[in-house]
């Protein structure tokens, strides 16, 4: 896959439909796609059909996946570039897509996190994730990531899949950006002059400001979207009781 | 919200604002008020307002009950001045209003992590042998200086709380107390115009003010609202009776605050003008200006509420009545 990759032109490569969600270079390639998407890469509720770069060894590929295949992406994340948090509601239903990502090219730079915390996933292997939840990726490393994610229909074998996958799924770890967040936090923790100080903003934006100095000042290395991750966490935190 | 168990920071300048136990284990959602006041109708709205703040969302932290107790032991806090129980719709907002003005009183209006504990052993019965300690602590941690000039602690409580009474003095045995209630037919016209959690069924969650009727969801508004308040009047007046509570009477606001109660309320004779200033104006809907409502609202409700408040309710209301009469000579008034 990776040679399939590499032999694709430059050209194939549009930028991502969705462009308020990301800093740097983020973009993919359709090999299946909606017959009623505005942009080959967006969703749509039409009819799904292969790409013109789909060839024989993409769909030989795909037809692994042994149930009905709605839309397959490459998507290329460059070096340095991060995807905003987000949750893709539309995948949480019970009779939505169910999406997997196929890693064939990453290291050990990229962050993806799903809830905070990191999931450890290596080129070569398929994934199936709950990205209903808030997730988010960064890649801190001087490579290209790029996965190929697939929008599969439910299906029995599906379901076998995943449930023969779980014994041996790799457990998700803390992020470094989350730990040296948290770290400060019990720095902040033990420091009433500190919190009266980061307490007096008001303004989001400014109080994002003053944690990154401060954490820049004590030697903590975190950035801009773990502050706001950890923001829209501690929103979430305080919801949740209300749901059922 | 993290850094967990940490037991050597000082938590003054914060209040508990969740507790709730998370498969099997109790856990405090904390939130930093620092020199914010708690001024708003009830503690949910202050706590809404400091989660307005950044800071609140990104560094709340949550502990067990213990740092909640060993906080408690390095910094005990005022105790509770006096406990203010009610009916419902009874002015027990105003009141919290007129003392919230001072700064000397840190008033407290229904918090939902003192419901919380108080009803604890409902949902989890592992937590009773818990329960006296955690809700001294979480009083403790509500009672600390965080202004600097603070010297009572005034707590209201949510009105099916009643009920727990014996549990809160065994807690706080000396800390006097208070019920206020008023004519039935109005607590329910109230209802019936804009009904509180206790009068939908289920709503509130595990208590003994629950209807043991199987027929309950099948009630009428009226029967359901007309024996709920019955049961909170009979429950307050068995609770006066028998814990030496103060009857005290929706009519008697705004005066008795600065007159009867005074000493109770722990105000000084100069806090009067303060605390009359805040009944000024609507307890619950701060722009409305308040005006009593007993000449102005013959309660207009329909023929078949007033028999079912006439059948579940007045019994309790007259003998309540009776023992405010009973109770006049024994208040101090304001000198």
Redesign the interface.
Known sequence: MRAAVAALPQDAWQPHFNTGYYNGDWSGVALRSFDDAPLPLAPGNGAAKDTAHCDGFWREQLARLQTELRSARLLRLGPGASIHEHRDYDLGTPEGDLRVHIPIVTDAQVDFLLDGMRVPMLAGECWFLDLSRPHRVDNHGGCERIHLVVDCRPSPWFTAQIDAGFLDTPASQPSRGNEAF?AF??H???D?AL??M??G????RA??HA?LALAADTGHCFGEQD?RA??????R??AE?WLV | ???LN?V???L??WLPI?L?PDEGEWSV?WC?F?PQPLREPFFYDSVAMA????????????TGMQALLEWHARSPGIAPTAFIFHASRCGSTLMARMLSRLDSHTVLSEPSPLDAALRAHYRDPFAAEHQESWIRALLGAYGQRRLGGERALMVKLDAWNIFELPLLRRCFPDTPWLFLYRDPLQIAASHLHSPGRHMVPGLIGPSPLALTDEHEQTLSRSEYIARTIGRLLAAGLEQCRRHGGLAVHYDELPGAVTGRLARLLALDPSDAAAALAGAAHHSKRPGERFGPDRQDKPPAVDDATRQQVEQWAMQPYAALEALRADQRPMVAQLP
Request: hydrophobic letters at 40%; zero cysteines; aromatic letters at 10%.
């Open positions: 948290a936090r019990d902040v923790h033990a009433p919190q009266a980061l307490d903003h008001q303004d989001n109080f994002v944690v502050v950890a923001i829209a966490r501690g929103r935190d305080w009781q | 919200m993290a850094g940490r050597d920071d000082d003054r300048a969740r709730w959602d930093r620092g989660l307005q703040r950044p800071f609140n969302l990104a560094f709340r932290r949550r």
